[in-house]
Every structure is written in C-alpha cells, then in structure tokens.
C-alpha cells in the first residue's frame, strides 16, 4: 500500500554544538528524510549520535500552508544568529526566507501567472541592448572594452564597497540590541505572514471556484 503524503516542519538540535535547523518537508516524518542543508548533513554523517529531531508540526493537508508554516518559525531567528553575520551561529540555517516556493505545489494550486513562469523555466529570455551590443561586436571580430566584456559573460559591477558592507553589518547588529527595534521587526514579519496566509488562501478559494 503507497504510503500517503503530506506536509511537516521540523527542527534538529545539534547537542554538541547547541545548534539548531528548521525546515519542512513533503512526505512522512519516517521516510528517512533529514534535511537539505548540505552543511548540517555533512556534521549528521559524521556524528549522527548528537542529533536530535523535534516534529513542530505535522500532518499539514496542503503545499503551501507547509511553506507558510515553516515561514512562521523561521522568522523566529534572528539575523545575527545565522552565518554570514555569526561566525560561530546558532543555526545551521544560512537563510531565513523560504522564498513560498510556489512551483513545488501542485499544478491545480498554482495560479496563472506562476504556470506562465514554470513553463518558460529553462527558456532563453532577451537580453539587455548592452549585452546584444556586445555579442554583435563580438561576432564582427571588434574588439571589447572591460564593460562590453563583462555585460557579454552577465557580470554585474558590485553596487557597494567592502567599507560600506562592513559598516552597514555593524550598524545592523547594533539595531538588533534595541528592543523597540526588535518588537517591530517581529510585528512587521507576523503581519506579512498573515497577509501571505490570507493570499494563499484566497487563491485555493478562486481556484476551487474555477474548476
């Protein structure tokens, strides 16, 4: 008999290190599923001893209310607990978005524009005039500047210096030592999830509608 499916969000405590990670999956809580961290998987190989997973919850009907979940704990962590900010973090999590991967969810979920998008996965998109310019002079033999260079190979010049990243990582921890800061920040990320909730919602309802 299949085994049947559904969603879960989980959390893994690295007792040696007093390190945790969340995420989420699709399928049963005893599939034999550990994470996709390739960073905690390789620790799990090494020592498999020290861990220990906790269900945060389980049996979730629907794709995208198991992101929204998983969402909701990850906003939990702070910035200044993970890497790059921490070089000794207390996650083993690197990012604290999920990014509602909405082309996991199943085709009667998605709506419109996202099977638009999932159907040019893959595809060549037009390019920029600059780089169109620069595959053309390529062609002709000409030779290229630096920039014709780097608008061919996609490269992008960084937006902002070393010195500036530095300062605005320090002035972003001293922030997070603000409690006032800390209460809206919090507000802020459990009125988005709300409203992403509530969008998830209404487009099951519309598509429900639909069909």
């Known amino acids: 008999m299949k085994q049947q499916k559904y969603g879960f ?12 990670y969340i995420g989420c999956h699709w399928g049963s809580i005893d599939d034999g599923y550990i994470c996709s961290s390739s960073w905690m998987k390789k620790a799990y190989k090494l020592r ?4 220990k997973r906790r269900i945060i919850k389980t049996n979730i009907k629907e794709r995208p209310d198991m992101y929204v979940e998983e969402q909701y704990w990850l906003d939990m962590i702070k910035a200044e607990e993970i890497k790059p900010i ?4 207390r996650y083993y999590n690197l990012n604290l978005k999920n990014g509602n991967l909405w082309h996991k969810y199943d085709e009667h979920i998605k709506t419109v524009g996202q099977k638009i998008s999932a159907s040019k996965t893959g595809k060549s998109v037009p390019c920029t005039p600059e780089k169109a310019a620069a595959i053309s002079a390529a062609k002709k033999g000409k030779a290229l500047t630096e ?10 010049k960084p937006a902002h210096t070393d010195e500036w990243k ?12 603000d409690p006032e800061f800390k209460a809206r920040q919090s507000a802020s990320r ?10 998830i919602n209404k487009e099951k309802e519309q598509t429900q509608f639909a069909g």
């Open 48 to 51: 498999p001893q020290d861990f």
């Open 9 to 20: 969000v989980y959390i893994w405590l690295d007792k040696k290190h007093k390190r945790y």
């Open 166 to 177: 530095e300062q605005n990582s320090k002035k972003f921890k001293e922030l997070w030592l």
């Open 86 to 89: 921490n070089e000794n973090p």
């Open 147 to 156: 920039e014709h260079k780097a608008a061919l190979c996609g490269i992008k």
């Open 190 to 199: 459990k009125a988005a999830w709300i409203k992403r909730k509530q969008l």
